[in-house]
């Protein structure tokens, strides 16, 4: 059974910066595409990063430049940092654990979710 845990949220000032992790059970991460996705209230989940196994990137256009995503494979664990928050930021983050090695969200396995809150 997969089961993946998030931490590592809180309230943060504008300007400051988070690490989220991403601690998965049951599925190797190496083999596997990860993802972060946030939703903000009043708001559908939106993407905000992916990686593949082989592992390429890919970046939200809200993030670009203020994101990093990886992975440690020994720790079996995947992280989101994002520097230089901002208000717009703020909503619960979620990690995805896609089937296959290139992220597709359909059929993904999700967390419970992380909130970030960034004041002004």
């Known amino acids: 059974q997969v089961q993946l845990v998030e931490f590592g949220g809180g309230t943060v000032q504008t300007g400051e910066s988070l690490k989220l992790s991403c601690a998965a059970s049951g599925k190797t991460l190496s083999r596997y595409a990860v993802a972060w996705h946030r939703q903000s209230p009043n708001k559908e989940r939106e993407f905000v990063a992916s990686i593949n196994s082989s592992p390429g990137t890919r970046y939200a256009d809200s993030v670009r430049g203020r994101a990093t995503i990886s992975k440690d494979n020994a720790k079996n664990t995947a992280y989101l940092q994002i520097n230089n928050l901002k208000p717009e930021d703020t909503g619960v983050y979620y990690c995805?654990?896609?089937?296959?090695?290139?992220?597709?969200?359909?059929?993904?396995?999700w967390g419970q979710g992380t909130q970030v809150t960034v004041s002004s």
């Open positions: 995805g654990l896609a089937r296959g090695g290139v992220w597709d969200r359909r059929g993904a396995n």
